[in-house]
């Protein structure tokens, strides 16, 4: 089942989303003429892990690490599926990367990683946008717009082996399957849950595969994991 969020003329609702339409409690909303896709859910936080694809690493010349390496974006950071992500003007080389993301789907401390798939509500994309240039992983990750998430959330998927790619004006950029994480999600999200308390709707993603690349203004960036679905956002200048 796929779950998504619109924003109506009368706040947001929340509703099973099948073939363009969002099935509430109080009705059916199409999407485009009752409203717009929100992020699918509606974080504490967003806990990225990053270095957990070997082929990465070995293309940025990264130490393979002993444990997940994890940098913590804010809620401000979220956009929604097709809304366009300004270009900084404090940067000069915006990066794109198209990661697997876990929603969090009850409050949740300490899991092992058998009991994580009864913690998780489902999976979605997310855009690690990151600002190369600048010093420091908050500096670099953790801008507003720096984590389009969408376009929905994906609730009956193993996420052990899921293909993905992403396009860059319909030019193919990266592809790769989950299969290659060097820490599964299972093991990240329990891995987390000894350091955080996860709240309902908080986003754990699991990293990129090789091939992050810049972006400019005008660019449209298409990140499918399949059987989840495509997250799309153009770059605009702000």
């Known amino acids: 089942m796929r779950i998504a969020r619109l924003l109506t003329d009368h706040g947001p609702v929340t509703g099973e989303y099948v073939d363009g339409v969002v099935h509430a409690d109080d009705g059916q909303y199409v999407v485009g003429r009752d409203g717009r896709l929100l992020p699918p859910c509606d974080p504490t936080a967003l806990y990225c892990v990053g270095r957990n694809y070997a082929a990465t690493n070995d293309q940025m010349d990264y130490d393979r690490p002993e444990e997940p390496d994890f940098f913590i974006k804010p809620p401000a950071a979220l956009l929604a599926h097709e809304q366009d992500i300004p270009y900084p003007p404090f940067t000069d080389e915006l990066t794109y990367a198209g990661e697997l993301a876990a929603v969090i789907g009850k409050r949740c401390?300490?899991?092992?990683?058998?009991?994580?798939?009864?913690?998780?509500?489902g999976y979605t994309v997310l855009n690690d946008v990151d600002a190369l240039d600048q010093q420091g992983?908050?500096?670099?990750?953790?801008?507003?717009?720096?984590?389009?998430?969408?376009?929905?959330?994906?609730?009956?998927?193993?996420?052990?082996?899921?293909?993905?790619?992403?396009?860059?004006?319909?030019?193919?950029?990266?592809?790769?399957?989950?299969?290659?994480?060097?820490?599964?999600?299972?093991?990240?999200?329990?891995?987390?849950?000894?350091?955080?308390?996860?709240?309902?709707?908080?986003?754990?993603?699991?990293?990129?595969?090789?091939?992050?690349?810049?972006?400019?203004?005008g660019d449209t960036i298409e990140i499918t994991y399949e059987g989840v679905g495509t997250l799309r956002n153009s770059v605009v200048e702000p």
Not at 147 to 170: A, C, F, K, Q, R
């Open 137 to 217: 992983r908050t500096a670099r990750k953790a801008f507003d717009g720096s984590g389009p998430l969408g376009p929905w959330i994906e609730t009956d998927v193993d996420p052990t082996s899921i293909d993905m790619y992403t396009d860059i004006n319909d030019e193919r950029r990266q592809s790769a399957n989950t299969s290659e994480m060097l820490f599964g999600p299972h093991e990240v999200v329990a891995y987390l849950s000894e350091r955080f308390t996860f709240r309902p709707g908080d986003v754990v993603a699991f990293g990129s595969p090789a091939n992050p690349g810049t972006v400019a203004p």
């Open 109 to 121: 401390h300490d899991l092992d990683p058998a009991d994580v798939p009864d913690a998780v509500r």
